[in-house]
């Protein structure tokens, strides 16, 4: 892992370095999930594809860069999930309802907006997932991506698997600006997934190589992680007594 590890944030670095030389992002964005600029551009190429327009639930990370696609999502009638932060919650996701919101849906998509208005849920309480909206660092044609590292997306994609709401109907989708589509392979390991469909402001790029992982794979998951997350906590207690983090 360790050898991979290093290779991810090798990719990371460069790009993170491009996307700042090249003005493509607001300054302090090293470290981030990019807030690039385009994002716009990028989430109206995305609203005039089909699998968009035929979708009604999306769920999306709650990075700034994916803020034009989840006012979208909410404009468009769809039942738009978002992350808790951090997973911090034995209900890890905020639903967002258009139809029930108490605020404006610009306002509503917001990280700040959705914990003052959005209920938790968890997957339990969720319906089954058409898209998946993941915030990425970096991403090459064949569908493999990076994250900043911190293994959140992962994890939300591989429990909702689990939960039979991330199927192979399910699209994942990776915004992203171009400088972000990089041409070297990006190593993966069992936990990552890839992505079906990358989304730039200039194109719409059909990834051939779907990669998915079974769902949690516990073997990858430290008794730090599990403990930091209440749901993995809980599912560690209950189904695999084995990991469960004392």
Known sequence: MGNIDQA????????????????????GSYG?????????????????????????????????????????????????Y???PRMASLQPFYV????????????????????????RVGVEDMRPINIVICGSVAVNRSGARIGKGAGYSDLEVA??????????????????HQLQVVDEEIPETEHDFSVDLIVTPDEV????????????????????KIKAIPVLTELAATERPDRAAT
């Open 159 to 176: 429990l909702l698997i689990e939960a039979g709401l991330v199927t192979d109907e399910t699209v994942i989708v990776a915004p992203v």
């Open 96 to 119: 967002l309802d258009p139809e029930t919101l108490e605020l404006p849906v610009e306002q509503a998509a917001e990280k700040k907006g959705a914990a003052q208005v959005a209920r």
């Open 32 to 80: 981030k999930i990019p807030g690039f600029y385009g994002a716009d551009a990028t989430a109206g190429r995305l609203a005039e594809l089909d699998v968009w327009q035929q979708a009604r639930t999306v769920k999306a990370n709650p990075d700034w860069a994916q803020l034009p696609i989840r006012i979208r999502a909410l404009q468009g009638g769809k039942l738009l």
């Open 8 to 27: 991810k944030e090798a990719v990371r670095d460069r790009v993170w370095r491009l996307l700042e030389r090249e003005g493509a992002v607001p300054e």
């Open 82 to 84: 978002m992350a808790v």
């Open 205 to 224: 790029i059909q990834c051939p190589n779907r990669r998915r992982p079974p769902g949690l794979v516990w073997n990858d998951l430290t008794a730090e």
